[in-house]
């Protein structure tokens, strides 16, 4: 996987279900990163203390499996795609990623006035800089 390689990508975001306690989120980013390394997928996630959102990139499929698992996973809530690539792109991030971020960095990704699509996809990418991530 290399950057600038041509792939579709999808940025989504969801809540940590109210059902869970904070010490899933470490269940969550092992399952994505052997997910996500097992379907050849890079990007990063970010967690705010309530909210997930994470940048997909790689093959259409791979990333579709990837969205039907999170999806369907009771411990996110109400997950929305904010960004699908209508084509592909080169690949902006050649590992997967997983970090906090400030609690308000995702206000702009919810709520009345919400960036959605290519708005959503660059300011998730500006975030990353101020995120505190792990490999």
């Not at 390689?5 to 059902?19: G, K, R």
């Not at 795609?81 to 080169?90: C, D, G, I, M, T």
Request: hydrophobic share 40%; glycine share 8%; proline share 4%.
């Amino acid at each position: 996987m290399q950057t600038g390689e041509s792939v579709s990508c999808v940025l989504w975001l969801s809540q940590l279900s109210p059902a869970c306690d904070l010490g899933v989120v470490k269940q969550i980013w092992q399952s994505s990163r052997r997910t996500n390394s097992e379907l050849g997928l890079t990007g990063a996630m970010v967690f705010d203390g309530e909210r997930f959102c994470e940048l997909l990139e790689g093959d259409a499929h791979a990333i579709l499996a990837a969205c039907q698992g999170i999806e369907t996973d009771p411990r996110h809530v109400g997950p929305q795609r904010l960004h699908v690539s209508p084509s592909p792109a080169p690949r902006r991030l050649n590992n997967w990623r997983s970090g906090y971020c400030d609690s308000t960095e995702l206000d702009v990704f919810s709520g009345d006035g919400a960036l959605e699509g290519e708005a959503a996809l660059t300011a998730f990418l500006a975030l990353l800089s101020r995120c505190e991530l792990l490999a």
